[in-house]
């Protein structure tokens, strides 16, 4: 498996958004559990065999730990006192979404809309990536394709 996550940030340049963790958990056949995490930003190949594993990242330090368990629960927990808690998503985010890079302007997305409520599927969230911005500017809606009348319009609809 290859672990390489790297975007640029707008505001800050110089430092990546994102990051892998590789972590993994164990179970024995007895029940007991044990994990491993290693702590390294850079890019790596993991590979997994029968009865071992891989690291090989392309630099930085090995910086290992190791969870004795000895049940999942324990585990889990040992884990989480070294990267922390991750927080309740909002309610919203628990749902269906969609997501998707191209929708040309508003019209094809509200078209989206209607052919999921006419297939009866569920659609909480619609993602319309960067297409909607003027000149892919923050905070911006492209005037010809995203009108803010347009757009206004659009979310009263969906919030009724």
Do not use: C
Not at 69 to 83: A, H, M, N, R
Not at 97 to 104: D, E, F, I, N, T
Request: charged letters at 10%; glycine letters at 8%; zero cysteines.
């Amino acid at each position: 498996y290859t672990l390489w996550n790297r975007d640029t940030a707008a505001a800050t340049a110089d430092q990546n958004l994102y990051g892998s963790h590789p972590f993994f958990l164990q179970i024995l056949p007895s029940g007991n559990a044990h994990g491993v995490f290693l702590l390294n930003s850079n890019g790596m190949d993991i590979s997994t065999y029968s009865n071992y594993i891989t690291y090989k990242p392309i630099g930085g330090v090995f910086d290992f730990y190791i969870f004795s368990g000895p049940t999942p629960e324990s585990v889990v927990q040992q884990y989480s006192q070294i990267i922390g808690n991750s927080h309740m998503p909002p309610y919203w985010s628990l749902g269906f979404h969609q997501s998707k890079y191209g929708y040309p302007n508003l019209q094809v997305v509200e078209q989206v809309v209607a052919n999921y409520s006419a297939a009866g599927i569920p659609l909480d969230t619609i993602w319309s990536d960067i297409d909607y911005m003027d000149q892919y500017r923050d905070f911006t809606f492209d005037p010809v394709n995203y009108p803010v009348s347009g757009m206004q319009s659009f979310i009263k609809q969906l919030h009724n």
